[in-house]
Structure formats: C-alpha cells, structure tokens
C-alpha cells in the first residue's frame, strides 16, 4: 500500500503565505517525495519545484522563483513548500510527485506516485 498525502492547501488574500507538507509512504519498500507540481482549470499539470534526495540543488518555475521555498526532511520522508507573496495566478490544485528512485524530473509522467492533491486558492 502507498500513501502520498498533501496538506496545508487553503484559501488565503493575495501576498499570503501558505505551507504544503507531503508525506509519502509504502508498506515494503521505500518512496521519495521529489518534486510539487500544479494544475489550474484549462491547462496542463505544470512544474512548481523539485529537489534532490541531498537537498541540494532546489529548482523552481521561473514563475515562482523567490517566492516559493522548495525543502524536505528525509527522517520524516517529508517534502515541504513554503509559498510566500502568493498571487491570484497561484491558484490550483497542487501535487505531489513521489517515485521509489531518490532523483528529479521536471516531467510528470516520470512519477510513478502521486498524491490526490491540495487546493490552494488565492483571492485578489
């Protein structure tokens, strides 16, 4: 059984902040969390972040670059996003994208684990 569960998603004003936590999990063997992705009504599922199993390296959407904090905590198996000075724009379901190897793609089919997903709406 895998479990991948976002949370933290939310209604906030423009200029909020929110912080989205994934925790992923397995019964017999080991899943990472990798990377957030998002997915706004009419487009595709787009990349927001990923990082390395080292936390080295965090890589951001150039629409999100200073604003968005991509970290995780491997004793917890956990992956979080700290967004800040959020925008309308920002509003969509986000996702998180875990796999069984401990690397990072900015392509969502290379995922073989996905979480169901947390809201996040940004009022103007």
């Known amino acids: 059984q895998v479990q991948v569960v976002e949370s933290g998603g939310g209604l906030v004003q423009a200029g909020g902040s929110l912080r989205l936590s994934c925790a992923a999990s397995?019964?017999?063997?080991?899943?990472?969390?990798m990377a957030w992705f998002r997915q706004s009504p009419g487009k595709e599922r787009e990349l927001v972040a990923h990082i390395k199993w080292s936390g080295d390296s965090p890589s951001y959407a150039d629409s999100v670059k200073g604003r968005f904090i991509i970290s995780r905590d491997n004793a917890k198996n956990t992956m979080y996003l700290q967004m800040n000075s959020l925008k309308p724009e920002d509003t969509a379901v986000y996702y998180c994208?875990?796999?069984?190897?401990?690397?990072?793609?900015?392509?969502?089919?290379?995922?073989?684990?996905w979480g169901q997903g947390t809201q996040v709406t940004v009022s103007s």
């Open positions: 397995a019964r017999t063997f080991r899943i990472y969390p």
């Open positions: 994208a875990a796999d069984s190897y401990s690397r990072v793609s900015s392509v969502a089919a290379d995922y073989h684990y």
